[in-house]
């Protein structure tokens, strides 16, 4: 009904950066909100950054500075972008989508994650 996919994972020394997107496709009347999470093995998953529709943002501490996130309302896009990457960044990162559907219904819908993995 309604899909994410993520893209743009992958390996990178400390301090560096990557960006990560994400497009949302389906049975989407709207999108209320979009965000990150990651999750380490063994460990919740964590709210990394979010956003709603009229830009409002969150982020969790240990990236504030470090991470943005923004959106392209018209295309139901979201990236990430990450700077000055740490090994403690190191996690699967799994894009969200708060959506009412066609038939209106309102759903959360998750990715099936990209790895994200900073090591020298």
């Known amino acids: 009904q309604v899909q994410l996919v993520e893209s743009g994972g992958g390996l990178v020394q400390p301090g560096g950066s990557l960006r990560l997107s994400c497009a949302a496709s389906?049975?989407?009347?709207?999108?209320?909100?979009m965000g990150w999470n990651r999750q380490v093995p063994g460990k919740q998953r964590e709210l990394v950054a979010h956003?709603?529709?009229?830009?409002?943002?969150i982020y969790t501490d240990s990236v504030k500075g470090r991470f943005t996130i923004s959106r392209d309302n018209a295309k139901n896009t979201v990236a990430l972008q990450m700077n000055s990457l740490k090994p403690e960044d190191t996690a699967v990162y799994y894009c969200?989508?708060?959506?009412?559907?066609?038939?209106?219904?309102?759903?959360?819908?998750w990715g099936q994650g990209t790895q994200v993995t900073v090591s020298s």
């Open positions: 389906g049975s989407i009347f709207s999108i209320y909100a």
């Open positions: 969200t989508a708060d959506i009412r559907d066609w038939d209106g219904n309102d759903l959360t819908s």
């Open positions: 956003i709603a529709s009229g830009g409002s943002t």
